[in-house]
């Protein structure tokens, strides 16, 4: 007997669902106790540099910011947590909706990996909800801009990237994988001069921001950035993390660091974030371009690994990045993922997701991580109890 369609919904959401608006759920709360405590010097500080003393690279987020505050009378804080929030909830959603773009076995392998943005944020929220929350909606827009044939929305999409590539430039390393969705997707849904004038202006505003973000790269110090928050009343904190580091050069960032010690972790736990996607996809017919895939969206990100400390946030960068890919490959019908309908499995990939170590936003890891994170979830609620 078939069950009924309401009963297949039912469990469609407990199973991808139920785990994704958690995840959400949480990071919200984690956000709104950011702003009672007057803000994070990287979740929000990062946000709020900006150019009001001098040019300065990252600035764009910032300035706008700091210019709906002047035109609202409100706390670019409150601002900055409102759009936080907003971006957040977007992105989940927009998550939920590609679902049907895989099968349901391989969507919950990768919405369940230590790597992807929501264990990866939930296991280590400090590297949560940073500028790179901009463009993963952004490309997910896209995806979905292109499929509903929108012109309108692909526009929006554009809009969004120019805001994250001037925000940060670090973001522009996602380039290579808006084109493959651009060519490798969009042709077959754009018509050719729409496909070539989205590509153009997208390939105007990396070069613009490349441009930029050297350029003005020390302009301005960190201090005086800083002077201009705190005549918004903002408190000196705010200036402790990303501000603060905009003085700080790459020698600074790497003293101190073993660094053959910190690259055999991060190898480690980028072959524990990877290997259980690729041994699931190995009865793919199309193995040999999954792996394709996986140098190809990998590559674009290397350089960051010496240019800063976030090695957790680059290999998170290039998993989402693979992500994008299956789905565009997969949606192309250029690979074909197997159908497997077995609970074992599903429940297989699970346990090992939430023991296996999960990378931290810094270098090193987080020994159980999501399971870590779990437990001290659970226990900070019966103490509250």
Not at 220 to 247: K, M, T
């Amino acid at each position: 007997m078939t069950p009924p369609k309401s009963a297949h919904k039912l469990s469609n959401f407990a199973l991808f669902g139920f785990p994704l608006f958690f995840v959400c759920a949480y990071l919200l709360l984690l956000i709104s106790s950011d702003f009672y405590l007057g803000g994070n010097s990287w979740k929000q500080g990062d946000w709020l540099i900006n150019s009001n003393a001098g040019p300065t690279r990252r600035f764009l987020s910032g300035d706008l910011l700091l210019f709906l505050s002047d035109i609202t009378g409100e706390s670019p804080l409150k601002i900055l947590v409102a759009i936080q929030s907003i971006l957040l909830i977007a992105l989940f959603c927009s998550l939920y909706q590609l679902r049907s773009w895989l099968p349901a076995w391989l969507f919950f392998a990768f919405t369940t990996a230590p790597a992807l943005f929501p264990a990866f944020w939930f296991a280590d929220p400090q590297g949560s909800v940073r500028k790179e929350l901009i463009i993963f909606f952004a490309i997910f827009l896209q995806l979905i801009a292109i499929e509903r044939r929108s012109k309108w929305l692909i526009w929006v999409f554009v809009v969004l990237y120019a805001f994250a590539v001037f925000s940060h430039e670090a973001l522009l390393c996602f380039f290579p994988l808006i084109l493959y969705v651009n060519y490798g997707f969009g042709k077959n849904f754009l018509s050719p001069k729409h496909l070539h004038s989205h590509s153009t202006a997208i390939a105007f505003l990396s070069l613009s921001a490349f441009i930029f973000a050297f350029s003005f790269k020390k302009a301005v110090s960190a201090d005086q950035v800083c002077e201009v928050l705190l005549s918004y009343n903002l408190s000196e904190e705010i200036c402790s993390g990303a501000v603060s580091a905009l003085d700080r050069d790459i020698k600074t960032s790497f003293r101190n660091i073993n660094i053959w010690q910190a690259t055999t972790n991060q190898i480690a736990v980028t072959i524990l974030c990877f290997v259980p996607i690729l041994v699931l996809l190995w009865k793919t017919p199309e193995r040999r371009h999954i792996f394709t895939l996986f140098i190809f969206t990998g590559a674009p990100f290397v350089a960051l690994y010496f240019l800063g400390i976030d090695w957790g946030r680059w290999l998170s960068f290039h998993f989402y990045s693979f992500f994008v890919a299956i789905l565009v490959a997969t949606k192309n019908a250029t690979i074909r993922p197997p159908q497997i309908t077995s609970r074992v499995l599903i429940f297989s990939i699970l346990i090992v997701h939430l023991v296996v170590a999960a990378p931290r936003h810094t270098m090193g890891h987080i020994k159980f991580g999501v399971l870590e994170r779990l437990d001290n979830f659970a226990t900070a609620i019966f103490d509250a109890i």
